[in-house]
């Protein structure tokens, strides 16, 4: 696994956010768009007040989520609030490039629907999988990632884009894309950071795979880089 660590969270974001961008303009260059797909919580937001601040193409970048919460979208919880707040208002993202679950609706809607989304911009027959260009995940202190939680069924899941997931710990249903789709994203950045990680990350480095246990195990070798500070990944 390429794992980079970096002092401070601070540096690992703002290291995490410079290889997204990165990534953006090789996919814009060769394809004239890019596809990214973005994950929500706390640890991400200096990155995306920094594209809040970046002159770039974001007219040819299409955004979607890995995951989010059954909430409206102006609920504290939703992570499309949470980017919405950070980067796309003051950024002045374009509208039409913005792909949300519509997670005010009954979670299996929502879903389908989000899956519909997907299918129609990657121009996807059924039973195919979108391949998104980047996709930014993070890792909770029980190594979940998406909202794909220790023990969750759909973890064997390598064939569908898209479900609604119940998770028990926050007795909370979520929107979340699958292992397939996570698998086949061309490049991935996970960032973990925060001594409350360190347990769960030296799990998923060093213990045999088993996502079951261990979800963020997941498209997380070839492809894929961890950016993670001095308190993560201390022994």
């Known amino acids: 696994m390429d794992v980079r660590q970096f002092a401070d969270g601070a540096a690992a974001v703002e290291a995490c956010g410079g290889q997204i961008l990165e990534w953006l303009e090789e996919a814009i260059a060769e394809k004239g768009r890019a596809a990214l797909a973005i994950s929500g919580g706390s640890s991400p937001r200096p990155m995306f007040e920094r594209f809040a601040r970046t002159p770039f193409a974001w007219e040819r970048v299409h955004l979607f989520w890995v995951d989010e919460r ?127 990680k360190a347990a769960a990350l030296r799990s998923v480095l060093d213990s045999p795979f088993d996502p079951r246990h261990y979800p963020a195990q997941i498209a997380s070798g070839d492809g894929a880089v961890w950016f993670v500070d001095a308190a993560a990944q201390k022994s």
């Open 70 to 196: 059954a909430v409206p979208p102006t609920d504290s919880q939703s992570n499309f609030k949470f980017t919405q707040d950070a980067w796309l208002r003051p950024g002045n993202f374009p509208a039409a490039n913005i792909h949300r679950i519509e997670a005010e609706l009954d979670p299996a809607e929502a879903a389908s629907r989000y899956v519909a989304d997907i299918q129609k911009f990657f121009g996807l027959a059924e039973g195919e999988l979108p391949h998104f260009d980047v996709m930014h995940r993070g890792m909770g202190p029980d190594a979940h990632t998406a909202s794909l939680f220790p023990g969750e069924a759909l973890i064997d899941n390598r064939t569908d884009i898209a479900a609604a997931v119940w998770v028990e710990k926050f007795q909370q249903w979520r929107i979340t894309l699958l292992p397939g789709v996570l698998l086949a994203a061309r490049h991935t950045t996970l960032l973990a950071t925060g001594a409350d």
